[in-house]
T-cell receptor, first 113, second 113 residues
Framework: QKEVEQNSGPLSVPEGAIASLNCTYS??????FFWYRQYSGKSPELIMS????GDKEDGRFTAQLNKASQYVSLLIRDSQPSDSATYLC?????????????FGRGTQLTVWP | DADVTQTPRNRITKTGKRIMLECSQT?????MYWYRQDPGLGLRLIYY???????NKGEISDGYSVSRQAQAKFSLSLESAIPNQTALYFC????????????FGEGSRLTVL
């Protein structure tokens, strides 16, 4: 059984700060990594995916992957109150034809004005 | 209109009752999934289907059954509901190229008394 662990939170940061969300996974066959955002009372939506070691930037969001350490993170720069949500880390196996994602429990982020 | 529609959105029922949650999609995707979300536990896969003739169990299929009536329709049944099946249920789809992105419905909140 694949395990995906996230910092438990909740995480609270002031507007304009950098929010750092962390995720570790249990096995080395995991190859694809994703961050989903879920606003309260809403369904999850994909915001970032990363497949190779290093950083991937998309606007104010940066995903970082370190496969040797089995670690993936999401940085949100210049955090805004609209970023307040639960962030779910998800991993997928190498070459998975099953299309199965394994989700962490999520980290709740609050950005206060 | 939502691309992935779930009905009912909210349902309160009693222990022992049979419940069906329905999902329909207009995205034209072959792959459909049912997830369950409990507070603090993230998303857990119940069943998934890659086409009308393909049904697979996920992590927590006990107590649930599914039916894929058509490419666009995937129903989840609780034959005899119990209180620990109280949860938020999400239907999701993905396209055949499958990049790890799931498209979620709005969720069905089920309470079993």
């Amino acid at each position: 059984q694949k395990e995906v662990e996230q910092n438990s939170g909740p995480l609270s940061v002031p507007e304009g700060a950098i929010a750092s969300l962390n995720c570790t996974y249990s096995d080395r066959v995991s190859q694809s990594f994703f961050w989903y955002r879920q606003y309260s009372g809403k369904s999850p939506e994909l915001i970032m995916s990363i497949y190779s070691n290093g950083d991937k930037e998309d606007g104010r969001f940066t995903a970082q992957l370190n496969k040797a350490s089995q670690y993936v993170s999401l940085l949100i720069r210049d955090s805004q109150p609209s970023d307040s949500a639960t962030y779910l880390c998800a991993v997928m196996d190498r070459g998975s034809t099953l299309g199965r994602l394994y989700f962490g429990r999520g980290t709740q982020l609050t950005v206060w004005p | 209109d939502a691309d992935v529609t779930q009905t009912p959105r909210n349902r309160i029922t009693k222990t022992g009752k049979r419940i069906m949650l329905e999902c329909s999609q207009t995205k034209g995707h072959d792959r459909m999934y049912w997830y369950r979300q409990d507070p603090g536990l993230g998303l857990r896969l119940i069943y998934y289907s890659f086409d009308v003739k393909d049904i697979n169990k996920g992590e927590i299929s006990d107590g649930y059954s599914v039916s894929r009536q058509a490419q666009a329709k995937f129903s989840l049944s609780l034959e005899s509901a119990i209180p620990n099946q109280t949860a938020l249920y999400f239907c999701a789809t993905s396209d055949p190229r499958y990049t790890g992105e799931l498209f979620f419905g709005e969720g069905s909140r089920l309470t079993v008394l």
